[in-house]
């Protein structure tokens, strides 16, 4: 019955590799997140996605592309990985922005 | 530079005792919510409170909201060992497209 699900939970790959973490929320929400925990603990917003548009965080390398099949999902697709991109990163979903987000249970990320 | 940041950095009390985690931000919200992450965990909300709304309380919980200050506090009172976890804030503002942006937290340890 988890509201929010991301698989894997740990992801332990080479530098230079292509990679994917999936994201799927049962809860109807229209917006879904994606955001970066880095080893100091900040949370950094990479994507808001709904059926509408997409905002990213102009940040974010454009080696990160979220990819949504439909409402309840958004998949993080990550190429050429680099040893900066290891991190913890959470899957998050809202009724719409600026409300309270659910998140996922995390996907620690080690690039090694 | 992060919206939200949170003082202290990290906290450390007797069980029984109270807790008080503070959070200022730089630009207008339209509301400022905490949220909490256990060790290895997602991020669970806890409370939301609204521009225009300077106090609420959730069981233990009460927080308040400064907007003249940009800053909030959230109280956590007669503190169990079971409340250690981090704890964020997290304004939604027009000037992110409304989306929630994240504080670098505050490790809460409540001793047994």
């Known amino acids: 019955d988890t509201a929010v699900s991301q698989t894997p939970k740990y992801l332990v790959t080479q530098m230079g590799n292509d990679k994917s973490i999936k994201c799927e929320q049962n809860?109807?929400?229209?917006?879904m997140y994606w955001y970066k925990q880095d080893s100091k603990k900040f949370l950094k917003i990479m994507f808001s996605?709904?059926?509408?548009?997409?905002?990213i965080n102009e940040t974010v390398p454009n080696r990160f592309s979220p990819k949504s099949p439909d409402k309840a999902h958004l998949n993080l697709h990550i190429n050429s990985l680099e040893l900066g991109d290891s991190a913890v990163y959470f899957c998050?979903?809202?009724?719409?922005?600026?409300?309270?987000?659910?998140f996922g249970q995390g996907t620690r990320l080690t690039v090694v | 530079s992060q919206q939200g940041e949170e003082d202290p950095q990290a906290l450390s009390i007797q069980e029984g005792e109270n807790a008080t985690m503070n959070c200022s931000y730089k630009?207008?919200?339209?509301?400022l919510q905490w949220y909490r992450q256990n060790s290895g965990r997602g991020l669970v909300h806890l409370i939301l409170?609204?521009?225009?709304?300077r106090e609420k309380h959730s069981g233990r919980l009460r927080v308040t909201l400064d907007t003249s200050k940009k800053s909030s506090s959230l109280l956590i009172t007669a503190s169990r060992a079971a409340d250690t976890a981090s704890y964020f804030c997290?304004?939604?503002?027009?000037?992110?497209?409304?989306?929630?942006?994240f504080g670098g937290g505050t490790r809460l340890m409540v001793k047994p």
């Open positions: 998050a979903s809202s009724q719409d922005h600026a409300r309270t987000a659910f």
């Open positions: 809860l109807g929400h229209d917006t």
């Open positions: 996605y709904n059926n509408k548009e997409l905002i």
């Open positions: 630009t207008s919200i339209n509301n």
């Open positions: 409170i609204r521009s225009n709304e």
């Open positions: 997290a304004t939604a503002s027009n000037n992110a497209g409304n989306m929630l942006t």
